[in-house]
């Protein structure tokens, strides 16, 4: 069996669940150019985690979608409106998805009030629920959210911005650079 991902770990020691899935024993290496892979399988194509959390009037949405279902360039270049989405590995989604399932996301979900003041919501291939934070739950909600923001702040996001200019410029800077070593190699300069 594979070593678990880093977040993987992590996001099971911060919720104290059941013990982390056994190491290969082998205590084997990897660069760190190699990035780990999640144990877990994706419960779906396309998952889909969001966090909702109204602070005073303001409503704000946080929500990551594995790569695998969707393009993170058109994502980025046209983000949804009112919501802070992220493209997340098929990796982080699995795992996101395990600690959801050790925590008892399913058993504890139902329908969300419009009015709750701080939900979760998981959508797998269009099968949607959610848990609201109550009192009675407070405590694997904040299980919930927190693993949620593990994931969420490992995730980067890169924005793009269309620059028709883009190519013509860095071809006029090649010209220059090339011209100068030109003109440097005439002058016998390094």
């Not at 194509?45 to 704000?60: C, D, F, H, M, S």
Request: glycine content about 8%; aromatic content about 6%; charged content about 25%.
């Amino acid at each position: 069996m594979r070593s678990p991902s880093l977040l993987h770990l992590a996001a099971l020691a911060a919720i104290a669940c059941a013990p982390a899935c056994a190491s290969d024993g082998a205590g084997a290496k990897r660069s760190s150019a190699e990035a780990p892979k999640s144990d877990f399988k994706l419960p779906g194509k396309r998952v889909y985690a969001e966090y909702q959390q109204w602070n005073g009037p303001t409503l704000t949405t946080l929500a990551l979608v594995n790569r695998g279902s969707t393009d993170p360039t058109e994502v980025y270049r046209n983000p949804p409106s009112g919501v802070l989405l992220k493209v997340a590995s098929d990796d982080d989604m699995a795992d996101l998805c395990e600690a959801f399932r050790r925590l008892k996301f399913e058993s504890l979900a139902g329908n969300v009030a419009p009015d709750a003041r701080s939900a979760m919501r998981l959508d797998v291939d269009g099968r949607s629920s959610g848990i609201a934070r109550t009192p009675q739950n407070a405590e694997t909600f904040g299980n919930l959210r927190d693993v949620f923001m593990l994931v969420y702040n490992h995730t980067t996001a890169l924005y793009t911005t269309p620059n028709p200019r883009g190519a013509q410029l860095f071809q006029s800077e090649k010209d220059r650079m090339g011209t100068e070593t030109v003109r440097k190699k005439g002058m016998g300069l390094p």
